[in-house]
């Protein structure tokens, strides 16, 4: 790899230690190497790193989003994560090729808020995660996650993102985590993303966990995504849940074996789980070639029968097209949703309920 530095070419009786040797060289180049790891070597980091621009780190030249066939890097940083950002902004990150494997209090990045510092133009590819507490939490300016990604086994919601301008698994992802606690819980949030592609992904919820969430931002297309749960083990809610935004688009996904306990979803506001999707706010959304299965024959469904694709409690400038279903498909608006906000296919009716 041009431009790089073997992280076993420093000195240190621990991989601390020699990571320590490796950022402070790396730190002090005018042009920035990337740290590089040995492929069939399990690497184990206990310290906390705070990145710089243009910090760079990678595995061997092959996909490292799986755990059985690549070397591993275990991180132990009990309440906290592993790399921190400091400042208002940071750039030019390069992280791939890598897999890791963190614990119930360990994250992969330090968790930060969308008031905190934003991570710009950055790039992290062919990467997998395990056993992480979070994966990802903060705000991103034109950020690319690119690659193959594979995340499993973690333990609260593993992407929290803001921001805009990025793409997010173009490549595709698989993600799905059995062991988050009770509550409000989702494998992707998005607070407030903006200008923004996210998918393919295939995102397995379970129980109280819901695939995806979108709160507010505009321009956001979410592509191909597989938002479903497993034969006996659905998701107990929706989805995917709406509360807000404009100009989204939500384009060819798949949904099954959803809301299976209308009357407890397992989230303390019900009212964000009336429908396998359920849109409480929002302006300008398109639905755009869902497909909404009942197993088909070939799998077990715990949806009742009779609960709506798409439930609407709020919401104008809504467009439905090309809509499959197993079963009869069914949109629902609340009473409170006019008439004229919606443009359907019209074979395609939209019930009042």
């Known amino acids: 790899m041009v431009n790089s530095v073997a992280l076993e070419k420093f000195d240190g009786s621990t991989d601390d230690e020699r990571l320590t040797a490796a950022l402070s060289y790396a730190a002090a180049q005018t042009y920035k190497p990337a ?20 910090f760079a780190l990678a595995g061997p030249p092959v996909s490292g989003s799986e755990f059985r066939y690549n070397g591993k890097v275990k991180l132990n940083i009990p309440g906290s994560g592993w790399l921190d950002m400091t ?35 950055s790039h992290l590819e062919n990467l997998g995660f395990s056993l992480f507490k979070h994966v990802i939490w903060g705000a991103h300016t034109a950020v690319t996650l690119s690659g193959y990604w594979d995340v499993n086994n973690c333990y609260d919601t593993e992407f929290k993102l803001w921001g805009s301008d990025n793409n997010y698994w173009p490549d595709g992802m698989l993600l799905d985590s059995p062991h988050h606690p009770k509550g409000q819980r989702y494998h992707i949030w998005l607070p407030h993303l903006s200008k923004s592609n996210v998918g393919p992904v295939f995102v397995t919820g379970m129980h109280n966990v819901t695939p995806m969430r979108i709160d507010g931002g505009r321009g956001v297309i979410v592509s191909g995504a597989r938002l479903e749960a497993q034969q006996g083990n659905p998701t107990w809610g929706s989805q995917l849940v ?18 299976a306990k209308p009357g407890d979803t397992g989230h303390p506001d019900r009212a964000h789980h009336r429908g396998i999707i359920t849109m409480t706010g929002g302006s300008d959304v398109v639905f755009d070639g869902c497909i909404f299965s009942d197993g088909d024959g070939q799998q077990k469904t715990s ?23 197993s079963q009869a498909p069914k949109i629902v608006r609340a009473s409170t949703v006019s008439a004229k906000e919606f443009h359907v296919d019209s074979d395609l009716p939209v019930t009042v309920g």
């Open 35 to 54: 740290i590089l790891l040995a492929q069939h070597r399990q690497y184990a980091f206990s310290k906390r790193r705070t990145m710089y621009n243009g």
């Open 242 to 259: 709406i509360t807000g935004g404009k100009f989204l688009r939500i384009r060819d996904a798949f949904f099954f074996n959803g809301m």
């Open 303 to 325: 949806t009742p029968k009779g609960t709506p694709d798409l439930y609407v409690a709020k919401g104008s400038r809504i467009r439905v097209r090309d809509h499959q279903s």
């Open 87 to 121: 400042g208002s902004q940071l750039k030019g990150i390069s992280i791939k090729n890598l897999s890791f494997e963190g614990n119930a209090e360990t994250s992969f990045f330090v968790d930060k808020t969308n008031t905190q510092t934003v991570l710009w133009a």
